[in-house]
């Protein structure tokens, strides 16, 4: 089963994704302007490109999503209300498709988990573009199993007080 397309009503501020869906098809929550939080059902093993493009959301969660393998491109591209994402901690979200953040302001929460290892990259020029223009980020830890990231994986984050690499070169 899959959602094709969320269709809110205007006075819902926070949606549970009651679905049962397996599958988030591309652009589903694209710009939906009223939504405060966002809980993606645990059933969830793929979600399509542009998942939340250019929303007002400003909480999702997907920590409950166990069978997700990656989180597609422009995923949370222009969210600009993002605060925070809780991403699935069971070792299953292998990769983040390019331009993951880009223009996410105000996202001032997120654990990379383990397990993770891709960080894509356009193929000509080798750019991940994964956190650009999230301001409000103070500290980005990247794990152990990390073994490919693009070149500018995060660029123009103002509040950026630390990063932490993995090992890619032993």
């Known amino acids: ?64 999503c166990h069978n997700l393998g990656e989180l597609r491109y422009d995923s949370f591209r222009g969210c600009s209300e993002l605060e925070d994402v809780q991403l699935p901690t069971a070792g299953s979200l292998k990769k983040f498709g390019l331009r993951l953040f880009y223009n996410c302001p105000k996202l001032a929460n997120i654990n990379i988990p383990d397990g993770l290892q891709i960080l894509e990259s356009e193929s000509v020029n080798g750019y991940a573009y994964t956190f650009v223009g999230c301001h409000a980020l103070s500290g980005i830890t990247f794990p152990a199993s990390v073994i490919q990231m693009g070149r500018k994986v995060i660029s123009d984050c103002s509040n950026l007080k630390y990063v932490v690499f993995p090992d890619l070169y032993d």
Do not use: M, W
Not at 10 to 38: G, K
């Open 1 to 64: 089963t899959a959602l094709y397309r969320y269709a809110p009503k205007s006075e819902y501020r926070e949606a549970v994704d009651t679905y049962s869906a397996q599958n988030i098809r591309p652009y589903a929550y694209f710009a939906v302007q009223n939504l405060d939080y966002l809980t993606v059902n645990a059933s969830v093993a793929s979600i399509g490109e542009g998942f939340c493009r250019d929303s007002k959301i400003k909480h999702i969660n997907l920590s409950t």
